[in-house]
């Protein structure tokens, strides 16, 4: 008899995958856990993808994106050849470990910098599975208690930090302490980095600045976005990386033929002719933080400032574990991670304003009427 588990690697056999925030389906439920956008796509974006369902799904999409990413040149003022589009930023992101990374097997000589992705802790966790995936070296760099940018120097004085990684990937604003980086302190870290960076502004619309311009400036940044979060398509699995023409033709040739799908595409496109309904939106989601973050911090709680679509708060008497599950129990449901720099905190997602008063409502509940903590 062949065992079937001696037919996968050994480096596959012990992966640790992702883990995903939870989606469950429970009527009434108040999602606060996976940063999605508490308001629908542009009513012209769900035209627009109703108006594409038809023979066409026939087709093959086009394999590049081509329209696409002309717009986003436009957008972003740069050529279509400093674009390319993936199933959303996380597919990118593998490519990224694909394209620059050396497996460590491969590499035997020497520190291993051509071996090593190098990110933050606390930060995307979704870095070390990639590395781990193909092999690489994972190096997690504390950050300090503040979750602030370390400086060039701090880096050098604290010496765990790689200035010489082959992938640097860094959040901004960080996922999941919200905070933003400004963007001279993250071109001083770029200044001194010698391998890939990759600067992840998944939430970057939420925030007041960008770090756009650093990608158009070295040779060696690139920028990650994605549709999911500003632009309401988590659904539709869409992201793109700016940066240098040599880079994204590298990442070009690993990916596969047909990697963003015909939808997305039309559905990607269709929200960039209405954008000012997205800007709306983001006002009311940082008007909606804002107020949340005034209001936690009246009732006790540490709110860390967020430049997110999320905050990141250290809640007062119980563990942050319990006030999981007191929420829970009132069916809103938050994000907390079994970690030991970030466990005395819950990161809540900034939901619509009837969610947001909902988990306000059931916190004060909590506050008024403790039952053991
Ligand atoms: C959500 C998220 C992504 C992934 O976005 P997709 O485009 O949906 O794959 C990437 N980076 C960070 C930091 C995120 O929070």
């Not at 920028?223 to 699995?237: D, E, G, I, P």
């Not at 809640?315 to 069916?331: F, I, Y």
Request: some cysteine; charged content about 20%; hydrophobic content about 40%.
């Amino acid at each position: 008899m062949i065992n079937s588990t001696n037919l996968i690697r050994p480096l596959v056999q012990k992966l640790h995958p992702y883990i995903p925030g939870e989606q469950p389906k429970i009527k009434g439920l108040i999602k606060l856990n996976t940063n999605e956008n508490p308001y629908p796509p542009s009513p012209k974006v769900l035209d627009a993808v109703r108006a594409a369902v038809d023979a066409r799904l026939r087709l093959y999409p086009n394999p590049t994106a081509q329209a696409l990413c002309e717009r986003l040149a436009e957008l972003h003022g740069c050529q279509t050849e400093n674009i390319i589009i993936g199933n959303g930023s996380d597919e990118l992101l593998t490519l990224a470990v694909r394209a620059f990374a050396e497996p460590a097997s491969s590499v035997t000589q020497g520190k291993h910098a051509e071996a090593t992705v190098q990110y933050f802790d606390p930060s995307y966790s979704l870095y070390p599975v990639l590395a781990e995936i193909h092999g690489a070296l994972t190096n997690a760099v504390p950050l300090a208690k503040d979750f602030k940018l370390p400086t060039p120097a701090q880096l050098k004085k604290q010496g765990q930090w790689r200035f010489d990684a082959a992938l640097t990937l860094v959040t901004t604003p960080n996922a999941p302490s919200g905070r933003g980086f400004p963007t001279s302190e993250l071109e001083a870290l770029c200044q001194h980095q010698k391998g890939v960076t990759i600067l992840d502004e998944a939430y970057v619309d939420f925030a007041d600045e960008n770090a756009l311009p650093l990608a158009l400036k070295f040779p060696h940044v690139l920028v990650a976005r994605t549709f999911s979060k500003a632009y309401s398509l988590c659904f539709q699995r869409i992201g793109y990386f700016v940066g240098p023409a040599t880079l994204i033709k590298a990442l070009h040739k690993v990916r596969d033929s047909y990697n963003v799908n015909g939808l997305a595409q039309v559905a990607a496109l269709a929200t960039l002719d209405d954008l000012p309904y997205y800007q709306k939106n983001f006002r009311r989601i940082i008007a909606s933080r804002n107020q949340l973050t005034a209001e936690l911090t009246t009732m006790g709680f540490k709110v860390l400032p967020s430049q997110a679509n999320f905050i990141l708060t250290k809640p007062p008497g119980p563990t942050a574990e319990k006030w999981l599950q007191t929420l829970r129990d009132s069916k809103i449901l938050v994000r907390w991670f079994n970690k030991p720099n970030i466990k005395q905190y819950l990161r809540i997602t900034i939901g619509n304003k009837k969610e947001v008063s909902a988990l306000l409502k059931a916190i004060r509940s909590r506050i008024s009427s403790p039952v053991g903590s």
